[in-house]
């Protein structure tokens, strides 16, 4: 079946416009995740989304960053007024739920280019 | 909370040749333990996991083992292929952190005819 697909797979952008990154899980799954990843580094947590709970906002890095995600479809991370340290492959990931047991299925991810 | 501390890279071996990856975790209770694969130009793809202490995950050629005892989970490939240049991220999901994934900071694999 299809796997998690995300949109644009490239982004170059100016410093302070606003961007919006979508992300399109495996149907079925309940649990979405948004990671980042800069150049050289790990994976950085930004936001879980499971069901109809309220989501789990603990790794956005500042109150530009924002996410939403309609029922358990498509999400949208969208990123106000963008910094050159914004800059970073972002990576979606679904899974059939939340919890440890779980195997996370990543997209391809945004190449996010601040300018 | 919890933490990864992966082995420092870069790692550059001659095909055939034996490889450790270290991968060492700080969390609470029982958390899972896996290995994600990155291929150049490629996305980010489960190598293999581990759910519990003592099992051992296994993929490709590859194994590793959740060892509760040293809090380890160190990958391991008798004969690595020019193949399996890629980038290595070791990673646990569990104990204070309920469905986000901690990752190490990565491992670059480059292996040599």
Request: aromatic share 10%; glycine share 12%.
């Amino acid at each position: 079946g299809a796997g998690v697909s995300q949109s644009p797979s490239n982004k170059v952008t100016e410093k302070g416009k606003d961007v919006e990154l979508r992300c399109d899980p495996i149907s079925g799954h309940t649990a979405l995740y948004w990671y980042r990843q800069r150049l050289g580094q790990g994976l950085e947590f930004l936001i879980y989304f499971q069901g109809n709970s309220a989501p789990d906002k603990s790794g956005l890095p500042s109150d530009r960053f924002s996410a939403e995600r309609t029922g358990e479809s498509v999400s949208t991370l969208t990123i106000q007024r963008t910094q050159q340290e914004d800059s970073a492959v972002y990576l979606c990931a679904s899974s059939p739920s939340g919890g440890a047991t779980y195997e996370q299925y990543f997209g391809p991810g945004t190449r996010l280019t601040v300018t | 909370g919890n933490s990864v501390t992966q082995m420092e890279g870069p790692v550059t071996l001659s095909e055939e040749a034996f490889l450790t990856i270290n991968c060492t975790y700080t969390a609470t209770g029982y958390p899972s333990l896996f290995w994600y694969v990155q291929y150049p130009g490629e996305g980010l793809q489960l190598l293999l996991k581990a759910t519990k202490a003592d099992d051992k995950g296994s993929n490709k050629g590859f194994e590793a083992t959740y060892r509760k005892e040293t809090t380890s989970f160190h990958l391991e490939k008798g004969s690595v292929q020019v193949s399996d240049s890629a980038v290595y991220f070791c990673a646990l999901l569990g104990g204070t952190s309920y469905g986000k994934l901690t990752f190490g900071q990565g491992t670059i694999l480059t292996v040599h005819p």
